[in-house]
């Protein structure tokens, strides 16, 4: 849930600041707000899994439940 709310604002972010722009249309700055948020958030669930979650496979099943409690805490 965490990872989503970072989309949903950076999504936000980027619509404000391109809609502070005058003269651009509603739909293309929310195509480029979806794009800019996929991006982002795609590339940061990338780093939190490589980060947080792969180093534990084929560890003991509690570690990476530890390490998601410290992730959402963290985020």
Do not use: D, K, N
């Not at 195509?31 to 800019?36: F, H, Q, R, T, Y």
């Amino acid at each position: 849930g965490e990872i989503y709310m970072i989309g949903a604002y950076v999504g936000l972010v980027t619509l404000t600041a391109i809609g502070a722009q005058a003269g651009y249309p509603l739909p293309l700055v929310l195509g480029a707000a979806l794009i800019v948020s996929v991006a982002v958030t795609g590339c940061y669930g990338y780093a939190v899994e490589r980060v947080a979650y792969r180093p534990l496979r084929g560890g003991p099943r509690l570690v990476p439940l530890i390490s998601a409690i410290g992730m959402s805490i963290f985020l």
